[in-house]
C-alpha cells in the first residue's frame, strides 16, 4: 500500500524523491519520509506524519543538503499508528547509518523483534519495518559486505516486502528487495531508479524492468544488477513505459478524480484501440497465450477482483454469457480462495485490476494456477505482478489513474469486458458473427457517447450540492444496471463518508424495501424502454412502489424514454445505446455526484481518509 521511490544520478534527488512521492501518494497518505546521502557522505533523514505537504514543510524549515543518492516513502499505516515516530525511513544501528523504507508487512516481525531485544536493541518505532533496519545494519557490522549483509536478512523475512536501503558508509548504491510486493526500476541516462510502480519515475524516462519475485536489486548511477534471493544472476527484461508524466498530473483540474472523469472518452477510445476493427469484429492479438483450443475448451469462467473492479466483472458477467454462453461466476478474490473452490484445467481465470498489485486477487490467481487454470488477467498497469503472473493481459489503455476512488479504470475494466465477450462469442460460434459485429459497431460509439454525457452533467452537481446533509443514500438498478448501482453506493461511501446501498431492484421487496421512509433519496438505473427484453416495465413498478412510501426518485435513463420523467423528481439522460453497454454511460452520473457531494462537504477526494489505492496486503 505504501509508495516508495530511490534514486542515484546527477540531478537533485530531493526533487527527483518528492516528484516521485508526489506521483505515488495515492497508495498511501498517513506519513511520509525521505533519507539522502550528502555530497560529503553524511545520511539526513526527514519525516512527517501526515499528507507529502507537510514533509515539504519540515524540509523548508530544516533544509537538507545537496544529493545524489536517496530513497522516499509514503505510508499506508499497518503496524504502529501514523506518527512521525513510525513514518519512514527507519535507521539502524547504533550508529544510525543505515537507512529503510518498507511496503508491505513482516509477518514474523515480533521473533526477529525479540531477538534484537535481547541483544540491547534500542527501537525508535512500533512498526515491523525497523526490525528489518536494524538487522541489516548488525549482519553488515559482522560482514562488512553491504549487498551479503541485505541478502541474509531478506532470506530470514516472511511476509510481504519491498525494502530499500541506503547506507552512509557505500554512498553510491541503493539496495532493494522485493517478496510479493511490487518494485520497478526505470533506467536513466546515467542515472537509474526504483519506485513501487512507474509512475515514481515516469517524468525521468519511459525505460522500465518489472523486479521479479525474491528479486535483490543492487542499483548504482551506472548499472543496475539484479540477483535472486540465493545470489544467482537475474537477467531482466526491459519494457517501454506508454504513460508520459503530463497523464499523472491534475493539468488544471480541482482534482485528479475530476480529470480522471473527464478522461473517460478517451480511456474507452484507447481500450477500444487497435482491437475493434471498423467492420465491428474483434482482434485481441494480446490472447495469444491462449490458444484456440484453450479457448474451446474452457467450461466454466471465473472471474476474481475487488472493489470496484469486481463491479466490472459482474457487467462483464452478463455480456460474456450472453455471447457466448460459457457460464460466469464472479467471485471476491479475498472469499475465492479461501474457500476451496471448485477449479479445474477447463476453468479460465479472469483477473480484473487497476493496479495489478491487489494482493487479494494476486493470491486468488496463484491459486487457481496451482489448480491448473489458464489466467488471463485485465489490468491497467505495465509491469505489475498479475500481468506478470498471467498466461495472457488485455491492458486497459486508461493511463495512470492517481486519484484513490477508481473511476476512468473502471469504464476501461467495462470495455475490455465487453471486447472479451464479443471475442468469445466469436470463438465459440454462439452467436452469429453478423450480430457480433454489429455489436462491435455499437461499441466504437461509446467514447463519443461518454462525451456526451459529460457535457450533460451540471443538473446532477447541483442537486449532489443540495443533498451534503444526507445521511443514507440508496441505489438500484437491473441487469447491468445492478452493478452500477452497487459501484454509486460503493463511490458515496469512500467519497462522501455517506451510508449507501446498491441493491437489485427486484430484490426490493424481499426486504430493503423497509428501509424506505419519508424524503429518502434512492437512486434507479432505468434500463432503455425499446430493449426487445427491456425491464423497463418492472423498473417503474420499482420506483413506483418506493413513491409510495415517500422516497425521492433520481433516475438515471435513456434519452427518449418518454415515461420515467413522470415518477422521478430528478433524471439525469443517457444517450441510446444497446443497453448491454449502457453500464459504461449510467455510471458517469454517479461519479460526478459522489464526486461533487464530497467537494460540497469539503473532504478531499483524491486521498479519502483511511484508504490507499493498492492494496497490497491480505
Ligand atoms: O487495483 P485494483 O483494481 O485491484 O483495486 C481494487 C479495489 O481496491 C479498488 O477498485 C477500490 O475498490 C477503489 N477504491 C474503488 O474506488
Known amino acids: 500500500m505504501c509508495g516508495i521511490i530511490g534514486y542515484v544520478g546527477p540531478k537533485s534527488t530531493l526533487d527527483v524523491l518528492l516528484g516521485g512521492l508526489r506521483r505515488l501518494e495515492y497508495r498511501g497518505y498517513d506519513s511520509a519520509g525521505v533519507s539522502v546521502i550528502s555530497a560529503g557522505g553524511n545520511l539526513e533523514t526527514r519525516k512527517k506524519a501526515g499528507k507529502l505537504d507537510n514533509l515539504v514543510s519540515e ?4 533544509p537538507l543538503p545537496e544529493s545524489h543518492i536517496g530513497i522516499g516513502h509514503t505510508r499506508w499505516a499497518t503496524h504502529g499508528a501514523p506518527t512521525d515516530g513510525n513514518a519512514h525511513p527507519h535507521l539502524g544501528g547504533p550508529t544510525s547509518k543505515l537507512s529503510l523504507i518498507h511496503n508491505g508487512i513482516i509477518e514474523n516481525f515480533g521473533a526477529l523483534k525479540a531477538e534484537l531485544l535481547a541483544a540491547g536493541t534500542k527501537f525508535a518505532s512500533e512498526t515491523d519495518s525497523e526490525v528489518a533496519a536494524h538487522l541489516i545494519a548488525a549482519e553488515f557490522e559482522k560482514t562488512g559486505d553491504l549487498p551479503k549483509a541485505f541478502a541474509n536478512v531478506v532470506n530470514r523475512l516472511h511476509g510481504a516486502f519491498t525494502i530499500l536501503v541506503i547506507h552512509e558508509s557505500q554512498p553510491d548504491v541503493v539496495l532493494a528487495a522485493r517478496r510479493n510486493a511490487p518494485l520497478v526500476i526505470g533506467l536513466g541516462d546515467g542515472e537509474n531508479f526504483l519506485g513501487s510502480d512507474v509512475a515514481a519515475f515516469v517524468e525521468h524516462t519511459d525505460r522500465a524492468i518489472s523486479v521479479g519475485q525474491d528479486e535483490i536489486v543492487i542499483l548504482r548511477a ?8 540465493d545470489g544467482a544472476p537475474v537477467t531482466p527484461t526491459e519494457f517501454k513505459v506508454d504513460w508520459d508524466a503530463s497523464a499523472a498530473s491534475k493539468g488544471g483540474w480541482s482534482s485528479f478524480m475530476a480529470k480522471e472523469i473527464a478522461d473517460q472518452p ?17 482482434v485481441l492479438q494480446e490472447i495469444d497465450g491462449l490458444s484456440a483450443e484453450d479457448i474451446k475448451n474452457i467450461d466454466r469462467i471465473i472471474m476474481v477482483a475487488c472493489g470496484t473492479a469486481s463491479y466490472a466483472c459482474d457487467v462483464a458477467k452478463y455480456a460474456i454469457e450472453k455471447f457466448s454462453r460459457i457460464p460466469v461466476q464472479v467471485e471476491l478474490s479475498h472469499e475465492f480462495r479461501y474457500r476451496d473452490p471448485i477449479v479445474t484445467e477447463r476453468t479460465l481465470i479472469v483477473a480484473v485490476s487497476q493496479s495489478g498489485e491487489t494482493m487479494d486477487t494476486l493470491m486468488a490467481t496463484r491459486y487457481a494456477k496451482e489448480q491448473g487454470a489458464k489466467v488471463l488477467a485485465i489490468c491497467n498497469t505495465q509491469g505489475a505482478t498479475l500481468a506478470r503472473e498471467s498466461d495472457a493481459v488485455i491492458y486497459t489503455h486508461a493511463g495512470p489513474e492517481v486519484a484513490v476512488a477508481s473511476t476512468k479504470a473502471l469504464v476501461a475494466q467495462i470495455t475490455a469486458g465487453y471486447l472479451l465477450a464479443l471475442f468469445l462469442g466469436a470463438g465459440r460460434g454462439a452467436t452469429a458473427q453478423a450480430e457480433l459485429r454489429r455489436l462491435g459497431q455499437e ?3 461509446m467514447p463519443a457517447n461518454v462525451t456526451h454525457v459529460l457535457e450533460r452533467l451540471e443538473p446532477i452537481r447541483e442537486l449532489a450540492k443540495k443533498m451534503a446533509d444526507a445521511k ?13 448501482a452497487m459501484e454509486g453506493a460503493l463511490k458515496l461511501k469512500e467519497l462522501a463518508y455517506i451510508h449507501a446501498e446498491g441493491f437489485a431492484a427486484g430484490e426490493l421487496k424481499h426486504g430493503p424495501i423497509a428501509l424506505i421512509e419519508e424524503g429518502q433519496p434512492v437512486f434507479v438505473i432505468v434500463p432503455s424502454p425499446d430493449d426487445v427484453d427491456s425491464l423497463h416495465p418492472k423498473v417503474i413498478s420499482n420506483i413506483q412502489e418506493i413513491r409510495a412510501r415517500g422516497a425521492k426518485v433520481i433516475a438515471i435513463a435513456e434519452e427518449g424514454d418518454a415515461e420515467v420523467g413522470n415518477y422521478a423528481e430528478h433524471v439525469t439522460y443517457v444517450p441510446k445505446c444497446e443497453n448491454i453497454f449502457s453500464s459504461i454511460l449510467t455510471v458517469i452520473p454517479l461519479q460526478c455526484f459522489a464526486l461533487e457531494l464530497s467537494t460540497a462537504k469539503g473532504l478531499d477526494v483524491d486521498q479519502p481518509r483511511n484508504l490507499a489505492k493498492s492494496v497490497t496486503v491480505e
Open 472 to 484: 443514507s443514500v440508496l441505489f438500484l438498478g437491473r441487469n447491468v444496471g445492478f452493478p452500477v
Open 59 to 62: 524540509i523548508t524549515s530544516h
Open 266 to 282: 478517451q480511456a474507452v477510445a484507447d481500450t477500444l484501440m487497435g482491437r475493434l476493427e471498423s467492420d465491428g469484429s474483434v
Open 443 to 445: 461499441l466504437l460509439k
Open 222 to 229: 551506472g548499472s543496475v544488477e539484479v540477483r535472486t534471493f
